[in-house]
C-alpha cells in the first residue's frame, strides 16, 4: 500500500505529476497499476492525482470520483488493478440527501434521554464555546453542513409529526461528545433533570465507555494515568509527564487528571507498513478531550489515521481514511428511573474493511 504523508496542504504529492484535472475541472480517466491494487479510494486518488489527502479524502466524499465509470463516496473503498478511476470537480454533491439521520441510528430514544449511533464525519455539535454540556442545538449557517445535534432534533421532529404532533423542533442538551472522525454511541438528554443527572453521573465517572481503537504497534495491557494540559510542550494538548523539563503545573497552568485501561482485543503481524498493528479495547475512567488518542500517542501507538498526535513518531504510519476510533458501548443509570441501562454498537464499514486488510496482511 501507499505509504502516506503528514501533509494537509492541497499541492502535488511525490507522484509528480501536475494537477491538471482539478485545473480543467474534469479528470479524464486513469488506470489503476499493479502498484495500487487493494489501495483504498483516496490514497488510489491521492496518488493518480497527485493531491494531499485531505484534499483526496474530500472528493471522494463529496461525490467527485468515480471507479469505473460508478460514484463512489467510500474513501476506503478498496480498488482492484485496472480499474477506471475519473474525477469531476463538477459533480453533484450527494451529501445534502445524507444530512437526514438514519432512523436504526436512534439506537433509544424517551422522554428523558437519546442514545444515537454516530456516524463517522459528523461533527457533535456545531460548536461549543462554553465547553462540555453548555451547548443546546443551534442554527446553522449557510454552507454548513448538519452537525449530529441537529440531525437528532430533526429525526426527533420527523418521529413527533409521523404521530400527528406539531410544534418546533424539540431541543435536546449536549453532555459529551465524540470527535468528527469518531464513530459511535452518544447521549442526549431531553430534559432539564436529565441533563443535570447525567452531567453529574459524567463528572464522578459513573458513566461507562469502551472504545475500539486500531493503532500502530501492540501495545501491552495497562492503565495510562496522566495529568493533562493544554500545551504539553510541543504545541499540542497532552500530558504534563510527556513533557520536555518541568513534569508539573506551572504557575497558573491548570492540569486534568486522565485515566485511560487498555485492553489488546487483536493482534496482526502485518499491518502493510512494516510494522504489527493491534486491535485495543480502551475503557475511558476520565473523559478529557482527545484523551484516547493522546494517550496511545504518548505510549507510543497512534491510533490508525491519526494526524494530529502523530509529532516525533518515527515509524511508518498504515494508510488509513480517518482515525480508526469507535466508541462501541455506552451505559449508565437512567436519569429518571435509576435502571441500569447499557448499548453496544457494531464496528462501522470502514473499520471492518481496514480489520479484513489487516487479517489478510498477517496471512500472507
Known amino acids: 500500500m501507499p505509504r502516506p504523508k503528514n501533509d494537509s496542504s492541497d499541492g502535488p504529492g511525490s507522484t509528480g505529476r501536475p494537477p491538471a484535472a482539478e485545473s480543467a475541472g474534469v479528470g479524464a480517466p486513469r488506470a489503476v497499476g499493479p502498484e495500487l491494487a487493494g489501495s483504498p479510494l483516496d490514497a488510489v486518488v491521492r496518488a493518480l492525482f497527485a493531491l494531499s489527502w485531505n484534499r483526496a479524502r474530500d472528493l471522494v466524499g463529496r461525490g467527485k470520483v468515480s471507479v469505473d465509470g460508478r460514484v463512489v463516496t467510500t474513501p476506503t473503498s478498496r480498488v482492484r488493478a485496472g480499474a477506471r478511476v475519473a474525477l469531476d470537480l463538477a459533480a453533484r454533491d450527494p451529501r445534502a440527501a ?5 432512523r436504526r441510528a436512534l439506537v433509544h430514544v424517551d422522554a428523558h434521554v437519546v442514545v444515537v449511533d454516530k456516524p463517522s464525519g459528523v461533527a457533535t455539535v456545531p460548536f461549543d464555546p462554553e465547553g462540555m454540556g453548555a451547548s443546546i442545538a443551534v442554527r446553522r449557517s449557510a454552507g454548513e ?5 441537529q440531525r437528532v432534533r430533526a429525526a426527533l421532529a420527523a418521529r413527533e409529526r409521523a404521530r400527528g404532533l406539531r410544534g418546533p423542533p424539540p431541543e435536546i442538551g449536549v453532555v459529551h461528545r465524540l470527535d468528527k472522525e469518531t464513530s459511535g454511541l452518544v447521549v442526549f438528554t431531553r430534559s432539564w433533570a ?20 486500531l493503532v500502530h504497534g501492540v501495545p501491552k495491557d495497562r492503565t495510562i494515568v496522566s495529568h493533562f494540559v493544554e500545551d504539553r510542550g510541543d504545541g499540542l494538548r497532552g500530558s504534563v509527564e510527556r513533557r520536555g523539563g518541568r513534569k508539573y503545573a506551572v504557575g497558573s497552568e491548570k492540569t486534568q487528571r486522565a485515566v485511560t485501561h487498555i485492553e489488546v482485543v487483536e493482534r496482526f503481524a502485518s499491518g502493510g507498513a ?8 480502551c475503557r475511558l475512567e476520565t473523559g478529557r478531550t482527545h484523551q484516547i488518542r493522546i494517550h496511545l ?16 513518531y518515527d515509524r511508518p504510519l498504515v494508510p488509513a481514511p480517518r482515525v480508526m476510533l469507535h466508541a462501541a458501548e455506552l451505559g449508565f443509570e437512567h436519569p429518571a428511573t435509576g435502571k441500569a441501562m447499557r448499548w453496544t454498537s457494531a464496528t462501522p464499514d470502514d473499520m471492518e474493511e481496514m480489520l479484513a486488510f489487516l487479517r489478510r496482511e498477517t496471512a500472507t
Open 98 to 102: 445524507r444530512e437526514s439521520l438514519d
Open 145 to 149: 453542513e448538519a452537525s449530529l445535534d
Open 194 to 213: 436529565a441533563k443535570k443527572a447525567l452531567l453529574q453521573a459524567f463528572r464522578l465517572h459513573h458513566v461507562h465507555r469502551r472504545y475500539l481503537a
Open 274 to 281: 512494516g510494522q504489527p498493528c493491534a486491535l485495543v479495547a
Open 297 to 312: 500517542s504518548e505510549a507510543g501507538h497512534p491510533v490508525l489515521g491519526e494526524r494530529v498526535y502523530v509529532r516525533g
